[in-house]
Protein backbone atom coordinates (compact mmCIF):
# COMPACT_ATOMS: atom_id res chain seq x y z
CA UNK A 1 0.00 0.00 0.00
CA UNK A 2 1.37 3.81 -0.76
CA UNK A 3 0.64 7.17 0.30
CA UNK A 4 -0.86 9.33 -2.65
CA UNK A 5 1.06 11.99 -3.16
CA UNK A 6 -1.14 14.34 -4.55
CA UNK A 7 -4.41 15.62 -3.80
CA UNK A 8 -7.17 15.02 -6.10
CA UNK A 9 -10.17 17.20 -7.38
CA UNK A 10 -13.21 14.83 -6.74
CA UNK A 11 -16.07 15.25 -4.32
CA UNK A 12 -16.15 14.00 -1.04
CA UNK A 13 -18.38 11.12 -1.99
CA UNK A 14 -16.48 9.83 -4.12
CA UNK A 15 -13.34 9.62 -1.57
CA UNK A 16 -12.73 6.19 -0.55
CA UNK A 17 -9.71 5.43 2.07
CA UNK A 18 -7.72 3.07 -0.38
CA UNK A 19 -8.32 2.71 -4.20
CA UNK A 20 -7.29 -1.20 -5.18
CA UNK A 21 -5.84 -1.16 -8.64
CA UNK A 22 -5.58 -4.88 -10.56
CA UNK A 23 -4.16 -4.34 -14.12
CA UNK A 24 -5.46 -7.25 -16.29
CA UNK A 25 -4.65 -8.68 -19.44
CA UNK A 26 -6.56 -12.14 -20.80
CA UNK A 27 -7.08 -12.88 -16.79
CA UNK A 28 -10.47 -14.85 -17.15
CA UNK A 29 -8.94 -17.51 -15.16
CA UNK A 30 -8.28 -15.61 -11.44
CA UNK A 31 -9.78 -12.43 -12.12
CA UNK A 32 -13.28 -13.28 -10.31
CA UNK A 33 -11.46 -14.74 -7.20
CA UNK A 34 -9.10 -11.79 -7.39
CA UNK A 35 -12.39 -9.28 -7.16
CA UNK A 36 -14.10 -11.70 -4.55
CA UNK A 37 -11.03 -11.01 -2.59
CA UNK A 38 -10.97 -7.38 -2.35
CA UNK A 39 -15.01 -7.12 -2.04
CA UNK A 40 -14.64 -9.88 1.05
CA UNK A 41 -11.90 -7.21 3.36
CA UNK A 42 -12.66 -6.53 6.90
CA UNK A 43 -12.04 -2.92 5.83
CA UNK A 44 -14.70 -1.55 3.28
CA UNK A 45 -14.23 1.76 2.36
CA UNK A 46 -11.98 1.30 -0.75
CA UNK A 47 -12.48 1.60 -4.41
CA UNK A 48 -11.87 -0.96 -7.01
CA UNK A 49 -10.24 -0.01 -10.32
CA UNK A 50 -9.72 -2.88 -12.44
CA UNK A 51 -7.94 -1.62 -15.91
CA UNK A 52 -8.41 -3.93 -18.89
CA UNK A 53 -5.04 -3.97 -20.91
CA UNK A 54 -6.84 -5.34 -23.93
CA UNK A 55 -8.01 -8.69 -22.85
CA UNK A 56 -9.67 -10.95 -25.99
CA UNK A 57 -10.39 -13.72 -23.43
CA UNK A 58 -13.91 -13.34 -21.23
CA UNK A 59 -11.56 -11.20 -18.83
CA UNK A 60 -14.27 -8.63 -19.30
CA UNK A 61 -17.57 -9.96 -19.10
CA UNK A 62 -16.21 -11.57 -15.19
CA UNK A 63 -15.80 -7.99 -14.29
CA UNK A 64 -19.01 -7.34 -15.17
CA UNK A 65 -20.76 -9.91 -13.59
CA UNK A 66 -19.71 -7.76 -10.39
CA UNK A 67 -22.92 -5.53 -9.27
CA UNK A 68 -20.82 -3.63 -6.79
CA UNK A 69 -20.37 0.70 -7.02
CA UNK A 70 -17.18 0.74 -5.58
CA UNK A 71 -15.84 -1.11 -8.61
CA UNK A 72 -14.79 0.79 -11.52
CA UNK A 73 -13.28 -0.85 -14.90
CA UNK A 74 -11.41 0.72 -17.64
CA UNK A 75 -10.58 -0.70 -20.57
CA UNK A 76 -7.33 0.27 -22.54
CA UNK A 77 -5.14 -1.12 -25.43
CA UNK A 78 -2.49 -3.37 -24.37
CA UNK A 79 0.15 -1.79 -23.03
CA UNK A 80 0.89 -2.71 -19.33
CA UNK A 81 2.48 0.38 -18.01
CA UNK A 82 0.27 2.98 -19.71
CA UNK A 83 -2.59 0.86 -17.96
CA UNK A 84 -1.23 0.64 -14.44
CA UNK A 85 -0.60 4.41 -14.68
CA UNK A 86 -3.97 5.20 -16.13
CA UNK A 87 -4.97 3.11 -12.32
CA UNK A 88 -2.96 5.60 -10.65
CA UNK A 89 -4.40 8.65 -12.31
CA UNK A 90 -7.51 7.03 -11.59
CA UNK A 91 -7.42 6.88 -7.62
CA UNK A 92 -9.51 8.57 -5.30
CA UNK A 93 -8.50 6.68 -2.66
CA UNK A 94 -5.67 8.53 0.39
CA UNK A 95 -4.16 5.37 -0.05
CA UNK A 96 -3.24 2.61 -3.29
CA UNK A 97 -3.32 -1.17 -3.17
CA UNK A 98 -2.07 -2.89 -5.98
CA UNK A 99 -3.16 -6.06 -6.47
CA UNK A 100 -2.04 -8.46 -9.22
CA UNK A 101 -5.28 -10.24 -11.30
CA UNK A 102 -4.58 -13.86 -10.53
CA UNK A 103 -3.36 -13.22 -6.77
CA UNK A 104 -5.62 -13.35 -3.66
CA UNK A 105 -5.82 -10.44 -0.73
CA UNK A 106 -5.84 -12.11 2.62
CA UNK A 107 -9.01 -11.26 4.28
CA UNK A 108 -7.69 -8.53 6.46
CA UNK A 109 -5.02 -6.99 4.33
CA UNK A 110 -6.75 -3.73 3.83
CA UNK A 111 -7.53 -3.25 7.70
CA UNK A 112 -3.77 -4.03 8.76
CA UNK A 113 -2.36 -1.73 6.33
CA UNK A 114 -4.55 1.45 6.63
CA UNK A 115 -3.56 1.34 10.68
CA UNK A 116 0.06 1.05 9.73
CA UNK A 117 -0.19 4.06 7.19
CA UNK A 118 -2.81 6.16 9.33
CA UNK A 119 -0.27 5.49 12.80
CA UNK A 120 2.50 6.39 10.94
CA UNK A 121 2.40 9.39 9.27
CA UNK A 122 5.79 9.62 7.38
CA UNK A 123 5.77 6.43 6.20
CA UNK A 124 4.74 6.42 2.35
CA UNK A 125 4.87 2.79 1.30
CA UNK A 126 3.92 -0.56 3.86
CA UNK A 127 4.10 -4.22 2.31
CA UNK A 128 2.87 -7.51 4.35
CA UNK A 129 3.61 -11.46 4.24
CA UNK A 130 2.33 -13.51 1.24
CA UNK A 131 1.26 -16.88 0.79
CA UNK A 132 2.15 -18.48 -1.76
CA UNK A 133 0.25 -21.16 -3.66
CA UNK A 134 0.26 -23.85 -6.42
CA UNK A 135 -2.81 -25.59 -7.09
CA UNK A 136 -3.85 -27.13 -2.96
CA UNK A 137 -0.15 -26.50 -2.06
CA UNK A 138 0.24 -23.56 0.32
CA UNK A 139 3.72 -21.90 2.14
CA UNK A 140 3.94 -18.51 4.16
CA UNK A 141 6.68 -16.72 3.07
Known sequence: MARKSHHSKTSDMDKRKVTVIITVRNGERH??????????QSF?????????????????????????????????????VDSLNTG???????????????????????????????TFKDLTVCGGRMAVFKDDDISNT
Open 88 to 118: LSEARGEYIAILDHDDLMMPNRLECQVKVMD
Open 31 to 40: IKEAISSVLS
Open 44 to 80: QDFELVVVDDGSIDRTLSEVLAFDDPRIRLIYKSHHY
